[in-house]
DNA sequence: ATCATATGTTATCGTTATTAACATCACGCC
DNA sequence: GGCGTGATGTTAATAACGATAACATATGAT
């Protein structure tokens, strides 16, 4: 049911459709891509990507995976040039997620497009879960050398933080950040949001 | 070029395909409707829909409007029923924001829906900012009563708040929010965070 | 060598968005 | 009251789309 590592003798289709329809959504500036457009630049017939996904969302589903590991890699690297503990480094998360949001933008629209079935979403909340644990890492990390006698749950922290750059990010995508006030920006927000969630974290007893 | 209030003898063929065209979305549980459906439920061709809507995309951006008035006529609710200038009012804008997001997932959706052309775009943005506004009234009145003599933002101070609930309310309309922790709530993730925001912003001295 | 299977092709189908060509109805003007 | 003009509707057509079936070919195990 799955030949996800399957190669053929014309090249290595599956990969290279992928690859091919990344590409193109990178161009286009949206997501709409067409099966026809992403088999002609693999150089191959529109039927011929089936025979490797199930339709065309599970190749959409497969672009998105690929998104995925950019992503985390980038956190990943931000994570080994920072000095885990510090606030710094979960304010250097959040501003590579911004980032990520702008100059991949349509790679971060594509990640929280509703669509697929049961069984693709569910594959694909595993894959963001495993992403976002260098943010759980990064929580854990802080609360154990600022509050390491209390039982403020890293989780939670790490859902919060994540939430304040989630929004922070899918307004700045729709570019909603400043209709408001034009000097409004998107990273100092997050740095002041964050640093308000680290503080009232500290703060809190119980 | 706009035949916005224009009836005619069969009907009000323009509202009659925004409510359609909402029904659909509204039970479909995504918002991928085709004019074909949209004029079958109408009771109509295809092609009179073009009479009112140069595409697809103009009545979709129709849809979001009636979307939008709809949120915007629920947050106003909450702020006639509660004291302006209170945190309480600004958790409850929250919240309202939330539900909508939760009950009219739809249409939640589809308001942020990265499609169709500039001008369109740009007439959305315009009503966004308008149904906002509410919470910036919140952010100057709860600024107004508990910190009167400094120059905080209160538009950024709204887009702090905005960001924050957008974020939850994103996250959770895509099931991630509980997807590390499965106690994790949004609405009292949401007051967290207001609170967080609120307190922030009254300690900070300038 | 053979043959099952994986992988490709072409041909086709039903659906879609959109447009053109044509039809009809309402309503102002003489 | 007839008449015509424009707004609003229809049918028919086109091109692109996702998807599938029928057929073709190359690989690799036996």
Redesign the interface.
């Given at each position: 049911m799955n030949e996800i590592t399957t190669p053929y003798h014309h090249g290595d289709l599956r990969n290279t459709a992928i690859i091919a329809a990344a590409e193109l959504i990178d161009q286009s500036g949206?997501y709409e891509i067409s099966i026809a457009n992403v088999a002609k630049r693999a150089g191959v017939s529109s039927a011929a990507l089936y025979r490797h996904f199930e339709d065309k969302e599970a190749l959409l589903t497969a672009v998105r995976e690929l998104a995925l590991i950019g992503l985390m890699q980038r956190l990943e690297a931000i994570a080994a040039q920072h000095e885990q503990g510090t606030q710094l480094l979960i304010e250097e998360l959040g501003i590579c997620y911004l980032q990520f949001a702008e100059d991949k933008r349509s790679f971060f629209?594509l990640l929280?497009e509703?669509?697929g079935n049961m069984e693709q979403?569910r594959l694909e909340?595993q894959a963001?879960?495993t992403g976002?644990e260098v943010l759980?890492k990064a929580a854990e990390s802080y609360l154990c050398a600022h509050k390491p006698d209390n039982d403020v749950?890293p989780?939670?922290l790490?859902?919060?933080l994540?939430?304040?750059?989630?929004?922070?990010a899918?307004?700045e995508?729709?570019?909603?950040?400043d209709?408001?006030?034009e000097t409004?920006n998107a990273e100092q927000?997050l740095r002041?949001?964050t640093?308000?969630?680290l503080?009232?974290t500290l703060?809190s007893s119980s």
């Open positions: 949206n629209g929280w509703d669509r979403r909340a963001k879960r976002f759980i749950s989780v939670r790490a859902t919060q994540w939430s304040i750059a989630h929004g922070i899918t307004l995508h729709n570019r909603m950040l209709i408001f006030d409004i927000l002041d949001g640093q308000a969630f503080r009232n703060d």
